[in-house]
DNA sequence: AGGATAAGTAAACGAATGTTGACTTGAACC
DNA sequence: GGTTCAAGTCAACATTCGTTTACTTATCCT
Protein backbone atom coordinates (compact mmCIF):
# COMPACT_ATOMS: atom_id res chain seq x y z
CA UNK A 1 0.00 0.00 0.00
CA UNK A 2 2.07 3.48 -1.13
CA UNK A 3 1.20 6.82 -0.53
CA UNK A 4 -2.59 7.53 -0.85
CA UNK A 5 -3.46 10.54 0.14
CA UNK A 6 -5.19 10.24 3.39
CA UNK A 7 -8.78 12.04 2.74
CA UNK A 8 -10.32 11.34 6.31
CA UNK A 9 -10.88 15.46 7.80
CA UNK A 10 -8.38 16.36 9.58
CA UNK A 11 -8.82 17.64 13.45
CA UNK A 12 -5.88 19.94 13.14
CA UNK A 13 -5.75 20.91 9.35
CA UNK A 14 -3.84 24.06 8.29
CA UNK A 15 -4.98 24.46 4.95
CA UNK A 16 -8.64 24.02 5.58
CA UNK A 17 -8.08 26.81 8.07
CA UNK A 18 -6.73 29.16 5.73
CA UNK A 19 -9.36 28.64 3.51
CA UNK A 20 -11.70 29.61 6.12
CA UNK A 21 -10.03 32.20 7.21
CA UNK A 22 -9.67 33.36 3.67
CA UNK A 23 -13.65 32.84 2.80
CA UNK A 24 -14.83 34.72 5.95
CA UNK A 25 -12.08 37.94 5.14
CA UNK A 26 -13.65 38.22 1.59
CA UNK A 27 -17.52 37.99 2.99
CA UNK A 28 -16.42 40.46 5.66
CA UNK A 29 -14.03 42.46 3.56
CA UNK A 30 -16.77 43.22 0.65
CA UNK A 31 -19.58 43.34 2.96
CA UNK A 32 -18.31 45.88 5.85
CA UNK A 33 -15.11 47.54 4.07
CA UNK A 34 -11.25 47.09 5.11
CA UNK A 35 -11.13 49.76 8.22
CA UNK A 36 -14.29 48.33 10.00
CA UNK A 37 -13.57 44.47 9.21
CA UNK A 38 -11.74 43.85 12.69
CA UNK A 39 -9.64 40.95 12.60
CA UNK A 40 -11.26 39.29 15.42
CA UNK A 41 -14.30 39.07 13.66
CA UNK A 42 -12.98 36.97 11.25
CA UNK A 43 -11.23 34.99 13.45
CA UNK A 44 -14.80 34.75 15.30
CA UNK A 45 -16.44 33.79 11.91
CA UNK A 46 -13.70 31.62 10.80
CA UNK A 47 -14.17 29.25 14.12
CA UNK A 48 -10.42 29.95 14.61
CA UNK A 49 -8.11 32.19 16.93
CA UNK A 50 -6.90 35.35 16.08
CA UNK A 51 -3.38 34.59 15.84
CA UNK A 52 -3.64 32.38 13.26
CA UNK A 53 -3.71 35.14 10.87
CA UNK A 54 -0.66 36.25 11.75
CA UNK A 55 0.73 32.81 10.76
CA UNK A 56 -1.20 32.26 7.51
CA UNK A 57 -1.42 35.62 6.16
CA UNK A 58 1.36 37.87 8.06
CA UNK A 59 -1.03 40.74 8.97
CA UNK A 60 -4.32 42.37 7.91
CA UNK A 61 -3.14 44.13 4.90
CA UNK A 62 -1.32 40.13 3.71
CA UNK A 63 -4.88 38.83 4.12
CA UNK A 64 -6.71 41.72 2.05
CA UNK A 65 -4.21 41.57 -0.39
CA UNK A 66 -4.83 37.33 -0.13
CA UNK A 67 -8.82 38.13 -0.76
CA UNK A 68 -7.73 40.53 -3.71
CA UNK A 69 -5.66 37.77 -5.61
CA UNK A 70 -7.85 35.00 -5.02
CA UNK A 71 -10.78 37.16 -6.20
CA UNK A 72 -9.03 38.37 -9.19
CA UNK A 73 -8.25 34.19 -9.92
CA UNK A 74 -11.80 33.66 -9.83
CA UNK A 75 -12.77 36.63 -12.37
CA UNK A 76 -9.73 35.98 -14.36
CA UNK A 77 -11.00 31.99 -14.68
CA UNK A 78 -14.30 32.98 -15.18
CA UNK A 79 -14.38 35.33 -18.24
CA UNK A 80 -12.10 35.56 -21.31
CA UNK A 81 -12.27 37.28 -24.66
CA UNK A 82 -16.19 37.11 -25.18
CA UNK A 83 -18.86 38.38 -27.70
CA UNK A 84 -19.93 41.81 -27.38
CA UNK A 85 -23.89 40.83 -27.30
CA UNK A 86 -22.98 38.08 -24.38
CA UNK A 87 -21.64 41.05 -22.21
CA UNK A 88 -24.35 42.07 -20.52
CA UNK A 89 -25.73 38.57 -20.09
CA UNK A 90 -22.69 38.11 -18.06
CA UNK A 91 -22.40 41.47 -15.82
CA UNK A 92 -26.40 40.48 -14.92
CA UNK A 93 -25.35 36.80 -13.70
CA UNK A 94 -22.11 38.39 -12.38
CA UNK A 95 -24.47 41.28 -10.65
CA UNK A 96 -27.22 39.18 -9.51
CA UNK A 97 -25.39 36.58 -7.75
CA UNK A 98 -24.15 39.48 -5.36
CA UNK A 99 -27.17 39.42 -2.46
CA UNK A 100 -26.43 40.96 0.75
CA UNK A 101 -25.66 37.98 2.56
CA UNK A 102 -24.75 36.01 -0.77
CA UNK A 103 -20.61 34.05 -1.71
CA UNK A 104 -19.75 35.97 -4.53
CA UNK A 105 -18.57 38.99 -3.45
CA UNK A 106 -15.59 39.43 -5.36
CA UNK A 107 -16.53 42.79 -7.21
CA UNK A 108 -16.88 44.65 -3.79
CA UNK A 109 -13.70 43.73 -3.26
CA UNK A 110 -12.51 46.13 -6.09
CA UNK A 111 -14.04 48.98 -4.46
CA UNK A 112 -12.84 48.69 -0.71
CA UNK A 113 -9.66 50.63 -0.35
CA UNK A 114 -7.36 49.13 2.34
CA UNK A 115 -5.01 52.03 1.82
CA UNK A 116 -2.12 49.65 1.40
CA UNK A 117 0.01 50.78 -1.78
CA UNK A 118 0.00 47.30 -3.04
CA UNK A 119 -3.26 45.87 -2.47
CA UNK A 120 -4.01 49.48 -4.12
CA UNK A 121 -2.28 48.48 -7.33
CA UNK A 122 -3.58 45.05 -7.79
CA UNK A 123 -6.90 47.19 -7.55
CA UNK A 124 -6.27 48.92 -10.32
CA UNK A 125 -4.45 46.57 -12.44
CA UNK A 126 -7.69 44.31 -12.18
CA UNK A 127 -10.52 47.02 -13.09
CA UNK A 128 -8.06 48.48 -16.21
CA UNK A 129 -7.71 45.33 -17.51
CA UNK A 130 -11.40 44.54 -16.92
CA UNK A 131 -12.34 47.62 -18.77
CA UNK A 132 -9.71 46.86 -21.81
CA UNK A 133 -11.61 43.14 -22.22
CA UNK A 134 -14.76 45.18 -22.25
CA UNK A 135 -13.72 47.32 -24.57
CA UNK A 136 -12.17 44.96 -26.97
CA UNK A 137 -14.99 43.19 -27.33
CA UNK A 138 -16.29 46.56 -28.77
CA UNK A 139 -13.62 46.63 -31.19
CA UNK A 140 -11.55 48.92 -29.02
CA UNK A 141 -7.58 49.27 -30.23
CA UNK A 142 -5.05 51.07 -27.81
CA UNK A 143 -5.64 54.94 -28.50
CA UNK A 144 -9.56 54.88 -28.70
CA UNK A 145 -10.02 56.65 -25.86
CA UNK A 146 -13.39 57.18 -26.62
CA UNK A 147 -14.23 53.58 -26.67
CA UNK A 148 -12.32 52.71 -23.20
CA UNK A 149 -14.43 55.65 -21.67
CA UNK A 150 -17.46 54.09 -22.08
CA UNK A 151 -16.23 50.78 -21.63
CA UNK A 152 -15.29 52.24 -17.84
CA UNK A 153 -18.11 53.60 -18.40
CA UNK A 154 -19.97 50.41 -18.31
CA UNK A 155 -17.98 48.90 -15.39
CA UNK A 156 -18.98 51.52 -13.06
CA UNK A 157 -22.46 51.24 -13.80
CA UNK A 158 -22.22 47.57 -13.07
CA UNK A 159 -20.37 48.02 -9.84
CA UNK A 160 -22.61 50.67 -8.84
CA UNK A 161 -25.71 48.38 -9.14
CA UNK A 162 -23.42 46.00 -6.65
CA UNK A 163 -23.05 48.64 -3.98
CA UNK A 164 -26.46 49.36 -4.02
CA UNK A 165 -27.60 46.24 -4.14
CA UNK A 166 -25.06 45.00 -1.33
CA UNK A 167 -25.47 48.26 1.04
CA UNK A 168 -28.41 50.20 -0.18
CA UNK A 169 -31.56 48.88 0.82
CA UNK A 170 -33.32 50.30 -2.29
CA UNK A 171 -36.63 48.20 -3.45
CA UNK A 172 -36.91 46.78 -6.31
CA UNK A 173 -33.21 47.25 -7.38
CA UNK A 174 -31.93 44.76 -4.43
CA UNK A 175 -34.37 42.05 -4.78
CA UNK A 176 -34.38 41.92 -8.77
CA UNK A 177 -33.54 38.86 -10.44
CA UNK A 178 -30.95 38.10 -12.94
CA UNK A 179 -34.27 38.08 -15.51
CA UNK A 180 -34.77 41.32 -14.41
CA UNK A 181 -31.49 43.21 -14.79
CA UNK A 182 -30.26 41.39 -18.02
CA UNK A 183 -33.28 43.68 -20.12
CA UNK A 184 -32.08 47.13 -19.08
CA UNK A 185 -28.56 45.74 -18.74
CA UNK A 186 -28.35 45.15 -22.20
CA UNK A 187 -29.85 48.41 -23.46
CA UNK A 188 -27.31 50.05 -21.08
CA UNK A 189 -24.47 47.94 -22.58
CA UNK A 190 -25.93 48.71 -26.47
CA UNK A 191 -26.46 52.26 -25.61
CA UNK A 192 -22.46 52.82 -24.14
CA UNK A 193 -20.35 50.28 -26.50
CA UNK A 194 -23.51 50.20 -29.31
CA UNK A 195 -23.69 47.86 -31.84
CA UNK B 1 -25.94 103.77 16.68
CA UNK B 2 -28.14 100.47 17.34
CA UNK B 3 -27.85 97.11 16.75
CA UNK B 4 -26.38 96.53 13.45
CA UNK B 5 -24.92 92.68 13.10
CA UNK B 6 -21.08 93.32 13.70
CA UNK B 7 -19.41 91.89 10.67
CA UNK B 8 -15.90 92.05 11.60
CA UNK B 9 -14.02 89.27 12.02
CA UNK B 10 -13.44 87.62 15.03
CA UNK B 11 -11.31 85.74 16.38
CA UNK B 12 -13.65 83.54 18.21
CA UNK B 13 -16.47 82.75 16.29
CA UNK B 14 -18.21 79.72 17.15
CA UNK B 15 -20.24 79.61 14.18
CA UNK B 16 -17.06 79.57 11.58
CA UNK B 17 -15.43 76.81 13.49
CA UNK B 18 -18.96 75.10 13.22
CA UNK B 19 -18.80 75.24 9.47
CA UNK B 20 -14.85 74.61 9.24
CA UNK B 21 -15.70 71.41 10.93
CA UNK B 22 -18.44 70.64 8.82
CA UNK B 23 -16.59 70.94 5.88
CA UNK B 24 -13.38 69.19 6.55
CA UNK B 25 -15.61 66.31 7.60
CA UNK B 26 -17.60 66.25 4.32
CA UNK B 27 -14.27 65.96 2.47
CA UNK B 28 -12.61 63.61 4.73
CA UNK B 29 -16.14 61.47 5.24
CA UNK B 30 -16.32 61.19 1.23
CA UNK B 31 -13.31 60.27 0.31
CA UNK B 32 -11.92 57.96 3.31
CA UNK B 33 -15.42 56.76 4.31
CA UNK B 34 -16.46 56.68 7.78
CA UNK B 35 -14.41 54.10 9.95
CA UNK B 36 -11.01 55.35 8.08
CA UNK B 37 -11.39 59.04 9.21
CA UNK B 38 -10.44 60.33 12.58
CA UNK B 39 -11.86 63.03 14.56
CA UNK B 40 -8.27 64.29 15.15
CA UNK B 41 -7.70 64.52 11.16
CA UNK B 42 -11.24 66.38 10.71
CA UNK B 43 -10.10 69.10 13.68
CA UNK B 44 -6.55 69.37 12.02
CA UNK B 45 -8.08 69.73 8.37
CA UNK B 46 -10.47 72.45 10.15
CA UNK B 47 -7.34 73.86 12.53
CA UNK B 48 -9.34 73.98 15.34
CA UNK B 49 -9.26 71.62 18.46
CA UNK B 50 -10.18 68.09 18.67
CA UNK B 51 -13.06 68.30 21.59
CA UNK B 52 -15.05 71.04 19.38
CA UNK B 53 -16.02 68.09 18.05
CA UNK B 54 -17.97 67.11 20.75
CA UNK B 55 -18.98 70.61 21.97
CA UNK B 56 -20.74 71.12 18.26
CA UNK B 57 -21.79 68.00 17.32
CA UNK B 58 -22.25 65.52 20.28
CA UNK B 59 -19.80 62.64 18.57
CA UNK B 60 -18.83 61.24 15.57
CA UNK B 61 -21.63 59.55 14.68
CA UNK B 62 -23.62 63.05 15.38
CA UNK B 63 -21.16 65.02 12.78
CA UNK B 64 -21.71 61.93 9.89
CA UNK B 65 -25.23 62.94 10.22
CA UNK B 66 -24.68 66.46 10.22
CA UNK B 67 -22.66 66.32 7.10
CA UNK B 68 -25.39 64.16 5.39
CA UNK B 69 -27.78 66.17 6.39
CA UNK B 70 -26.41 69.08 5.05
CA UNK B 71 -25.40 67.32 1.87
CA UNK B 72 -29.10 66.65 1.50
CA UNK B 73 -30.09 70.35 1.63
CA UNK B 74 -27.88 71.10 -1.33
CA UNK B 75 -29.07 68.64 -3.15
CA UNK B 76 -32.54 68.88 -2.97
CA UNK B 77 -31.70 72.73 -3.33
CA UNK B 78 -30.29 72.30 -6.78
CA UNK B 79 -32.80 69.60 -8.29
CA UNK B 80 -36.70 70.52 -8.49
CA UNK B 81 -38.55 68.85 -11.34
CA UNK B 82 -36.80 68.31 -14.09
CA UNK B 83 -37.62 67.34 -18.19
CA UNK B 84 -36.01 63.96 -18.47
CA UNK B 85 -33.82 65.38 -21.63
CA UNK B 86 -31.60 67.66 -19.27
CA UNK B 87 -31.00 64.80 -16.53
CA UNK B 88 -27.95 63.67 -18.43
CA UNK B 89 -26.92 66.81 -18.19
CA UNK B 90 -26.91 67.61 -14.74
CA UNK B 91 -25.41 64.12 -13.79
CA UNK B 92 -22.79 65.08 -15.74
CA UNK B 93 -22.45 68.38 -13.91
CA UNK B 94 -22.85 66.40 -10.87
CA UNK B 95 -20.33 63.64 -11.61
CA UNK B 96 -18.10 65.71 -13.28
CA UNK B 97 -17.30 68.71 -9.82
CA UNK B 98 -16.04 65.56 -8.41
CA UNK B 99 -12.38 64.90 -8.29
CA UNK B 100 -10.57 63.04 -6.54
CA UNK B 101 -9.90 66.69 -4.16
CA UNK B 102 -13.02 68.08 -5.44
CA UNK B 103 -15.23 70.16 -3.00
CA UNK B 104 -18.73 68.62 -3.76
CA UNK B 105 -18.38 64.92 -2.63
CA UNK B 106 -21.95 64.99 -1.33
CA UNK B 107 -22.91 62.24 -3.78
CA UNK B 108 -20.08 60.06 -1.98
CA UNK B 109 -21.30 60.46 1.62
CA UNK B 110 -24.50 58.21 0.21
CA UNK B 111 -22.34 54.98 -0.46
CA UNK B 112 -19.95 55.77 2.91
CA UNK B 113 -21.75 53.39 5.58
CA UNK B 114 -21.36 54.78 9.17
CA UNK B 115 -22.83 51.68 10.71
CA UNK B 116 -25.27 54.12 12.80
CA UNK B 117 -29.04 53.28 12.15
CA UNK B 118 -30.17 57.33 11.85
CA UNK B 119 -27.31 58.35 9.67
CA UNK B 120 -28.25 54.66 7.07
CA UNK B 121 -32.26 55.54 7.12
CA UNK B 122 -31.05 59.12 6.16
CA UNK B 123 -29.14 58.14 3.48
CA UNK B 124 -32.01 55.31 2.27
CA UNK B 125 -34.57 58.23 2.39
CA UNK B 126 -31.99 60.31 -0.17
CA UNK B 127 -31.35 57.63 -2.19
CA UNK B 128 -35.26 56.66 -2.14
CA UNK B 129 -35.92 60.03 -3.39
CA UNK B 130 -33.95 60.58 -5.69
CA UNK B 131 -34.79 57.37 -7.46
CA UNK B 132 -38.15 58.61 -7.60
CA UNK B 133 -37.97 61.77 -8.87
CA UNK B 134 -35.76 60.52 -11.71
CA UNK B 135 -38.14 57.90 -12.41
CA UNK B 136 -40.81 60.41 -12.29
CA UNK B 137 -39.18 62.66 -14.74
CA UNK B 138 -39.51 59.44 -17.09
CA UNK B 139 -43.17 59.44 -16.55
CA UNK B 140 -43.64 57.07 -13.62
CA UNK B 141 -46.13 56.74 -11.45
CA UNK B 142 -46.68 54.53 -8.13
CA UNK B 143 -46.59 50.87 -9.23
CA UNK B 144 -44.50 50.87 -12.27
CA UNK B 145 -41.81 48.63 -10.79
CA UNK B 146 -40.17 48.14 -14.14
CA UNK B 147 -39.46 52.63 -14.64
CA UNK B 148 -38.42 52.75 -10.99
CA UNK B 149 -35.76 49.78 -11.48
CA UNK B 150 -34.45 51.71 -14.38
CA UNK B 151 -34.06 55.07 -12.46
CA UNK B 152 -32.31 53.37 -9.62
CA UNK B 153 -30.13 51.62 -12.25
CA UNK B 154 -29.31 55.29 -13.62
CA UNK B 155 -28.76 56.30 -10.13
CA UNK B 156 -26.80 53.47 -9.40
CA UNK B 157 -24.00 53.85 -12.91
CA UNK B 158 -24.09 57.72 -11.41
CA UNK B 159 -23.03 56.52 -8.05
CA UNK B 160 -20.24 54.36 -9.33
CA UNK B 161 -18.30 56.57 -12.21
CA UNK B 162 -17.94 59.00 -9.09
CA UNK B 163 -16.78 56.32 -6.78
CA UNK B 164 -14.46 55.03 -9.54
CA UNK B 165 -13.47 58.62 -10.46
CA UNK B 166 -12.76 59.60 -6.87
CA UNK B 167 -11.09 56.35 -5.67
CA UNK B 168 -10.40 54.68 -8.93
CA UNK B 169 -7.17 56.11 -10.97
CA UNK B 170 -8.54 54.53 -13.90
CA UNK B 171 -7.81 56.86 -17.01
CA UNK B 172 -9.76 58.29 -18.98
CA UNK B 173 -12.65 58.12 -16.79
CA UNK B 174 -10.96 59.77 -13.83
CA UNK B 175 -9.51 63.27 -15.80
CA UNK B 176 -12.81 63.36 -18.13
CA UNK B 177 -14.68 66.29 -18.28
CA UNK B 178 -18.01 67.29 -18.25
CA UNK B 179 -18.38 67.76 -21.75
CA UNK B 180 -16.21 64.03 -22.43
CA UNK B 181 -19.18 62.27 -20.11
CA UNK B 182 -22.63 64.40 -20.95
CA UNK B 183 -22.51 62.69 -24.29
CA UNK B 184 -22.27 58.77 -23.20
CA UNK B 185 -24.60 59.87 -20.36
CA UNK B 186 -27.29 60.97 -22.65
CA UNK B 187 -27.00 57.94 -24.26
CA UNK B 188 -27.09 56.10 -21.03
CA UNK B 189 -30.34 57.35 -19.70
CA UNK B 190 -32.26 57.22 -22.61
CA UNK B 191 -31.26 53.83 -22.78
CA UNK B 192 -32.56 53.00 -19.86
CA UNK B 193 -35.30 55.60 -19.31
CA UNK B 194 -35.78 56.02 -22.97
CA UNK B 195 -38.10 57.46 -24.63
C1' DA C 1 6.17 4.25 22.56
C1' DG C 2 8.23 8.62 22.38
C1' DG C 3 10.14 12.58 20.71
C1' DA C 4 9.82 16.22 17.01
C1' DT C 5 7.22 19.43 14.76
C1' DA C 6 3.42 21.80 13.17
C1' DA C 7 -1.37 23.54 14.59
C1' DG C 8 -3.80 25.94 17.77
C1' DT C 9 -4.55 28.79 22.15
C1' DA C 10 -4.28 32.41 25.64
C1' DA C 11 -2.82 36.59 27.24
C1' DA C 12 -0.72 40.63 26.93
C1' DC C 13 1.52 44.88 24.70
C1' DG C 14 1.66 49.37 22.47
C1' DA C 15 -0.63 52.43 19.64
C1' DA C 16 -4.63 54.82 18.22
C1' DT C 17 -9.38 56.30 18.77
C1' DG C 18 -13.73 58.45 20.64
C1' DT C 19 -14.93 60.83 24.51
C1' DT C 20 -14.79 63.51 28.84
C1' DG C 21 -13.56 66.81 32.36
C1' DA C 22 -11.07 70.61 34.24
C1' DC C 23 -8.65 74.51 32.94
C1' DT C 24 -7.46 78.96 30.18
C1' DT C 25 -8.37 82.80 27.27
C1' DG C 26 -10.74 86.15 24.84
C1' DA C 27 -14.71 89.15 24.05
C1' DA C 28 -19.08 91.38 25.43
C1' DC C 29 -21.54 94.01 29.03
C1' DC C 30 -22.14 96.89 33.27
C1' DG D 1 -11.65 98.40 34.71
C1' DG D 2 -13.69 94.33 36.34
C1' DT D 3 -16.99 90.57 35.86
C1' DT D 4 -19.11 86.92 33.28
C1' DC D 5 -19.68 83.53 30.07
C1' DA D 6 -18.93 81.42 25.81
C1' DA D 7 -14.98 79.74 22.85
C1' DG D 8 -11.06 77.26 22.82
C1' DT D 9 -7.20 74.26 24.92
C1' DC D 10 -4.97 70.50 27.39
C1' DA D 11 -4.49 66.19 29.27
C1' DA D 12 -6.23 62.11 30.51
C1' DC D 13 -9.74 58.19 30.37
C1' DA D 14 -11.39 53.66 28.85
C1' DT D 15 -11.70 50.73 24.70
C1' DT D 16 -10.49 48.62 20.84
C1' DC D 17 -7.46 46.98 17.40
C1' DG D 18 -3.36 44.77 15.19
C1' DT D 19 0.35 42.27 16.55
C1' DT D 20 3.59 39.44 19.30
C1' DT D 21 5.09 36.21 22.64
C1' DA D 22 5.07 32.21 25.35
C1' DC D 23 2.58 28.18 26.03
C1' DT D 24 -0.34 23.80 25.09
C1' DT D 25 -1.82 20.01 22.25
C1' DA D 26 -2.51 17.06 18.43
C1' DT D 27 -0.39 14.50 14.60
C1' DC D 28 3.36 12.37 12.11
C1' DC D 29 7.72 9.70 11.83
C1' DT D 30 11.13 6.15 13.35
Redesign the interface.
Known amino acids: MTAAPDTRPRRRDAAKTRRLLLEAARDRFAR?????TTLRDIADEAGVNVALIARYFESKEGLFEACLTAAVDELRHEAGDVALDRVPQIIAAQVATVGPHGPTGQLMLL?R?S?DERA?EIR?GV??TS?ERLAAAAGWRPGD?ET???A??V???????V??RV????E??MS?GEE?LSG??G??V???L?R
Open positions: DGYNTLSGDRLRADLLRQMLAASLGILLSGALPLADPLELGALG
